[in-house]
């Protein structure tokens, strides 16, 4: 485990669905992330939080919402999905995203969603 | 826009072989460099981080150098392992409000026993 924990591991919702991936850091870290990852791409940056406000939607499109209730908890709820959003969902945490820089993020293992 | 490139997008070595991965970028405006490893279907491990005012970072067998001027980091794995099989990720901070990590595709290693 890397301090940050993700849950479910596995998801496979059908296009009507409503469900939410969870993120959980006890690492002290004040930013939370959301990465997409898909077959042959680079990891895609989604959403940004820093002391719960989010500061970056990346375009994102409204069927994924992000929930920040504090620093520690990161959610993504998500509804009426596509084929084409069955990926690898990724959380990740560092100090800060405005402050020093100096340190790297730490990631979770993922939620491998599939979208029926 | 910051680009980040490693060639070649896979690679396989036999057992025992010293190994070089090479990742470029096109803004060596930066704060930190961050090499990752991800096994099939897992998250990121994070390996090695680099400063923009360092020059390299060992941890065990593996070796990572940074040339901030020229846009290039390399990840040095000595005597290669089977274990070793996990696709690298290299990932470049830049500098600015609000920065955030911009990722390679990785390199997929095969260390063939």
């Known amino acids: 485990e890397t301090g940050v924990t993700q849950t479910p591991r596995h998801l496979v919702m059908g296009m009507t669905n409503k469900k939410s991936l969870k993120c959980e850091q006890h690492?002290?870290?004040?930013?939370m992330y959301w990465y997409k990852q898909s077959a042959k791409k680079p990891l895609e940056l989604m959403f940004v939080y820093n002391f719960k406000e989010q500061t970056e939607n990346n375009s994102v499109p409204s069927r994924f919402s992000p929930e920040c209730p504090n620093s520690s908890h990161l959610f993504l709820h998500l509804h009426t999905l596509q084929p084409e959003d069955s990926a690898l969902y990724l959380c990740?945490?560092?100090?800060?995203?405005?402050?020093?820089?100096?340190?790297?993020?730490?990631f979770g293992s993922g939620t491998r969603l599939t979208v029926v | 826009k910051q680009e980040v490139t490693q060639i070649p997008a896979a690679l396989s070595v036999p057992e025992g072989e010293n190994l070089v991965l090479n990742c470029s970028f096109t803004?060596?405006?930066?704060?930190?460099l961050q090499w990752f490893r991800q096994d099939p279907g897992k998250g990121l491990t994070s390996l090695l981080l680099i400063q923009s005012s360092q020059r390299e970072q060992t941890s065990g067998r593996l070796n990572a150098s940074l040339d901030k001027s020229s846009g290039r980091s390399t990840l040095y794995i000595a005597a290669s392992q089977p274990g070793d099989s996990a696709t690298y990720l290299c990932a470049v901070r830049n500098t600015g409000a609000n920065s955030k990590l911009t990722f390679g595709k990785g390199i997929t290693l095969s260390v063939r026993p």
């Open positions: 990740a945490s560092s100090q800060d995203s405005t402050g020093d820089r100096g340190y790297g993020y730490t």
């Open positions: 803004d060596s405006a930066i704060y930190n």
């Open positions: 690492l002290g870290h004040n930013a």
